[in-house]
């Protein structure tokens, strides 16, 4: 039954506190010294919480109602009225863009992958904190975001600056909700930035100027870790992101094998990759520098035992170093391979099997994970051959499937 005034009123206190229900979670607890706090119990990524909605008299009850609807919808929009309510108490210094950014990170925390927050965070910290992070965030202008996403066109990542101009609406839209700002101005820069093409990637698709690339990538002078993902990449033709975040114990190098997790996966699928003899030799090679660890290819800058792996950009940023911006990118490897495989009468169902696309049909997608994973390793050699052979500077054949 409800609370009412005359039932607040009338409440006495007793040796224990105890608690008067009303709706919606809320409830009014009242102490042994006489106090009566009105009080919500809520659920927010899991975990039980309880808000403080005020201290009768001096909070009504129609006031203390009027908390809870106001708690109820944030929490119904993915945001935590009790951060939002330290927040408020800890003053202005809590309201610049990375204060808001980094509680948008937390509050979305229960329904992103962790590879999916850390890519957005490597974002902010990268290309967005240095400039904005201190700025108040109701004073964000289009313009010094606008400066912001430039720095990252100038060095040919149109794709990272449209999805970090995206990541910037979306903690900015948490501020509006939150009460700490008024309007997104990232609506103002529509065609501001140079629009990549959707969908598809720069992709070096014939025999000889693919040579050339692996011949160029063997030759890479960088980061050791970063050139064993460059030379692994083409052989593979993973994600970026999944080769990036690659695990020691995904790998069975016996079975030939990497095995990914479903959550993991952009198809929220588990993918297994077959292993040439060459994809096994180079990772025989790094192996004495990172198997220690849990990361394949382990980044050197980690600190106090944190092993964080190297960037998604990294192969991307090494292929532009090389002087291939706007011909190719470490995505582009995909497209190379469902090129020249589709070319050469690989099966179709095959190759978008090992390309991880998804299946609408979940039998024929069974039928796919059950049958194609024998003619997928054969495949895999024969593809690895095929590029060892370009890289030799061979006369450039048509490579033929195993039987």
């Excluded at 203390?64 to 210094?93: F, L, Y």
Aim: glycine letters at 6%.
């Amino acid at each position: 039954m409800p609370l009412s005034d005359t039932a607040i009123r009338n409440a006495k206190p007793t040796e224990k506190p105890y608690k008067m229900p009303d709706e919606k979670g809320m409830y009014l607890l009242v102490h042994p010294n006489g106090g009566k706090y009105f009080r919500l119990d809520y659920r927010f990524v899991g975990k039980r919480k309880t808000l403080s909605l005020g201290v009768y008299p001096d909070t009504s009850l129609k006031q203390a109602r009027e908390k809870r609807d106001t708690a109820k919808k944030q929490i119904a929009d993915g945001i935590d009225p009790s951060i939002t309510r330290k927040i408020e108490k800890a003053g202005s210094i809590e309201n610049t863009f990375k204060a808001v950014a980094d509680e948008f990170l937390e509050a979305n925390s229960g329904k992103w992958s962790a590879s999916h927050k850390k890519h957005i965070k490597e974002c902010f910290e990268r290309d967005v904190y240095p400039w904005l992070g201190s700025r108040p965030l109701k004073e964000l202008s289009a313009v010094e975001v606008l400066t912001t996403l430039r720095r990252i066109t100038a060095r040919g990542a149109l794709e990272t600056a449209a999805r970090t101009k995206q990541f910037i609406g979306q903690a900015i839209r948490y501020g509006i909700a939150t009460g700490r700002a008024e309007r997104d101005v990232t609506q103002d820069l529509r065609g501001a930035l140079p629009s990549p093409v959707r969908g598809h990637f720069p992709a070096i698709t014939e025999p000889k100027p693919l040579g050339q690339l692996l011949r160029d990538i063997d030759a890479y002078t960088g980061d050791f870790v970063v050139r064993t993902a460059l030379q692994l990449q083409p052989l593979i033709f993973a994600r970026p992101a999944n080769l990036a975040a690659a695990e020691w114990d995904e790998f069975d190098l016996e079975a030939a094998e990497w095995r990914i997790a479903a959550d993991k996966m952009k198809m929220k699928d588990a993918h297994i990759v077959p292993l040439s003899r060459q994809a096994i030799a180079l990772l025989q090679d790094i192996h004495p520098l990172t198997g220690s660890k849990r990361y394949v290819f382990a980044s050197n800058k980690g600190k106090r035992g944190n092993e964080p792996h190297i960037s998604r950009e990294s192969i991307g940023a090494a292929i532009r170093r090389m002087g291939y911006q706007g011909q190719h990118t470490a995505h582009g490897f995909r497209t190379t391979a469902s090129t020249l495989l589709h070319e050469q009468g690989f099966h179709s169902d095959m190759i978008e099997r090992q390309l991880s696309h998804a299946e609408r049909n979940r039998i024929k997608a069974a039928y796919n994970r059950a049958q194609h994973l024998p003619e997928r390793r054969k495949m895999m050699q024969a593809w690895a051959d095929y590029l060892d052979s370009l890289k030799a500077g061979a006369e450039v054949i048509p490579f033929k499937k195993s039987g």
